[in-house]
């Protein structure tokens, strides 16, 4: 699974218009996505599919590449070679599908972090409707399912 983290920091701005920042930032790509072509479709799938088939260019590159399926313990070490073939299955209708739904609707685990500096007189969190809220991570760890490894 491949892991993206839009991260989106400033020293002089609050939290809340960061968040906004956020949310016009993705209503703009999900329509670029809907009249995205299918020619460019194409190419920034095979684009990808490329940079999925390039060769490490260092030893850090190669190993990272077995680092998260050595923590999952996929000793087979395909994880990259079932990406390709998931992204070579994509079409425009998929991946804006998925989008909306991952993105827009927010169906499946969102998370939003924020952080203020004390110099600001007031942190102006952003507050979305729906969200609930906890005061720190250790109140969200407490209402998480646990799950205990065994070798």
Known sequence: MVRRLLLLQSN?????????????FYLKTEKRLREMSD????????????????????????ASRFADDFDRSNFAFDT????????????????????????????????????????????????PKGWVTYPNAYALQNVQPRKVATP
């Open 39 to 62: 020619v460019d479709f194409q190419q920034y799938q095979q684009a990808l599919i490329n940079e999925l088939k390039q060769r490490p260019q260092t030893i850090g590159e190669e």
């Open 12 to 24: 002089s701005k609050r939290p809340a218009y960061l968040y906004q920042r956020y949310e016009d």
């Open 80 to 127: 990259c070679q079932q990406l390709i073939d998931q992204v070579m299955q994509l079409t425009p209708a998929t991946l804006e599908g998925y989008f909306h739904q991952a993105v827009i609707q927010l169906q499946w685990l969102a998370l939003l972090s924020q952080f203020s500096g004390s110099a600001q007189d007031k942190a102006d969190y952003a507050e």
